[in-house]
């Protein structure tokens, strides 16, 4: 079995890169089939379609993180607020537990265990308002800090976020006040 990523990660992927004018609808139309909208979340796609569209932003701009770093943020602006976001989380700590639960990544992304690795919290102390989470999906690890820090932000009860990403990649250490 392949790896696959459900329409609504790969929808909202396609509609962050349009919101911000990183690749133009006509280009991801290009690279990738894609139904329409309303049908998108119910449909599941290959991995291969999502790295399409990360090659093209990397070739494009010649450093990529930040752009990569924004898509994952508008990601999780637009799941939480038009998507099932608020009925699921309302602080940060419900977040980061709802992205390495079994709802969370694992909704999102399917395939054999080896392949599609593990987004697992290694870390928490919530009183001090930092963690550690690993890393070992297939997935830019750079999206991955956006969505990170994206839902951290999207509490006003969190005054401080921070997410830096370990030499290796494999390890994000979050920081929220």
């Given amino acids: 079995m392949s790896v696959e990523i459900n329409g609504a990660m790969l929808g909202s992927f396609v509609n962050a890169c349009v919101v911000h004018e990183f690749l133009m609808e006509e280009k991801i139309r290009a690279l990738i089939d894609l139904p329409p909208s309303e049908e998108l979340h119910k449909m599941w796609y290959p991995l291969a379609q999502y790295q399409l569209l990360c090659d093209s932003i990397e070739k494009m701009y010649q450093d990529s993180k ?4 924004r898509i994952g943020q508008e990601m999780v602006r637009i799941w939480y607020n038009y998507g099932p976001g608020k009925e699921i989380v309302s602080s940060s700590i419900d977040f980061l537990k709802y992205q390495v639960s ?3 990544y694992y909704s ?4 054999e265990s080896e392949i599609i690795g ?9 009183e001090n ?6 890393s070992s999906t297939p997935l830019n690890r750079y999206v991955e800090l956006g969505v990170l820090l994206g839902g951290l932000k999207l509490f006003k009860q969190t005054l401080f ?6 030499e290796s990649d494999n390890f994000f250490f979050l920081e929220f006040h």
């Fill in 66 to 69: 930040p752009i990569f770093e």
């Fill in 102 to 104: 079994s709802d969370g």
């Fill in 108 to 111: 999102l992304v399917k395939g």
């Fill in 118 to 126: 593990e987004f697992k919290l290694e870390f928490i102390d919530e």
């Fill in 129 to 134: 308002g930092i963690a550690l989470i690993k």
């Fill in 161 to 166: 976020a921070n997410v830096t990403i370990s």
